[in-house]
């Protein structure tokens, strides 16, 4: 099993060296954690689903001419990605009001927005990912202008495609979170997309019922997580509409 060399074990997933340089392999766990991992459980299948679902999101932006670290998938769990260094932000895309920006706020949840509003974390859990404002980003050297500038207008980008995507298949996209990271040539660097975008990064509520098919059906205890991703998987085609559960292997090449 150790085959490859672990750099680095987070909550949800596991980077291991990459067959080259500058590549990594991503494997997807099957845990989840919320609440800054005070809250923790293993669902089954979760990470064959996500590692799927970012695949399809991270192929269809590069298609549309966002940088992404995505390479290849490799198996069920694992896909193979650039290796970046990461910014440590949080950048977070709201269309409607929920979760810290409605408990922040008093905003009531749905409230849908009067334009997207970007939010930045400080990526450290430590402190539970505080809220920052440019001024400490730039302060504290975390970004400069400039990546500010281009992480912006990735995230735009990333949120109208993503929210085309959603709405073709009767789904809102509240909200989502994204990492992106720096590719050096020389002492130039540019920005990609990183890390991954699924269910556990967005907030998905179907756009007739209202139902939530992502992450906070665990937060909230709502149901059964894998049966919400797994909705959200066959409605995008990632998975055949017919097919059974997705812990059995056969169904996924
Ligand atoms: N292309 C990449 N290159 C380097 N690091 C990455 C890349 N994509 C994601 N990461 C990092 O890998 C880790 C993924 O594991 P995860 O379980 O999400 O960790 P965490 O618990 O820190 O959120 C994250 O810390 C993320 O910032
Ligand atoms: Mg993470």
Redesign the pocket.
């Known amino acids: 099993m150790a085959r490859r060399k672990k750099?680095?074990?987070?909550?949800?997933?596991?980077?291991y060296e990459g067959p080259e340089p500058g590549t990594?392999v991503?494997y997807f766990?099957d845990?989840a954690?919320a609440f800054n991992?005070q809250k923790k459980d293993i669902i089954d299948g979760k990470g064959v689903l996500n590692n799927r679902l970012s695949e399809f999101f991270m192929v269809g932006l590069g298609n549309i001419g966002v940088p992404t670290?995505f390479i290849k998938r490799l198996n069920m769990r694992e896909q193979l990605?650039?290796?970046?260094?990461?910014v440590?932000l949080e950048i977070i895309v709201r269309n409607v009001a929920a979760g810290t920006l409605s408990t922040r706020l008093g905003i009531e949840e749905g409230t849908p927005l009067p334009r997207p509003i970007i939010e930045f974390c400080y990526?450290d859990?430590k402190l539970g990912d505080p809220l920052v404002a440019e001024e400490h980003i730039i302060a504290f050297g975390w970004a400069n202008q400039q990546d500010l500038d281009d992480i912006v207008a990735l995230a735009l980008r990333v949120n109208d495609f993503m929210s085309g995507c959603m709405m073709a298949v009767g789904i809102k996209l509240v909200d989502f979170k994204i990492?992106v990271?720096r590719i050096w040539d020389n002492d130039m660097h540019s920005l990609?997309l990183?890390?991954?975008i699924s269910p556990?990064s967005c907030r998905l509520w179907d756009i007739e019922t209202g139902k939530k098919l992502d992450k906070d059906v665990f937060r909230r205890d709502l149901g059964s997580l894998t049966d919400a991703y797994t909705e959200v998987a066959r409605r995008l085609g990632v998975l055949p509409t017919n097919s059974g559960p997705v812990t059995r292997p056969t169904l996924i090449n």
């Open positions: 750099v680095y074990e987070g909550k949800a997933k596991i980077l990594l991503q766990k845990d954690t991992a670290h990605i650039r290796a970046c260094e990461i440590p990526k859990d990492e990271g990609i990183a890390d991954e556990d």
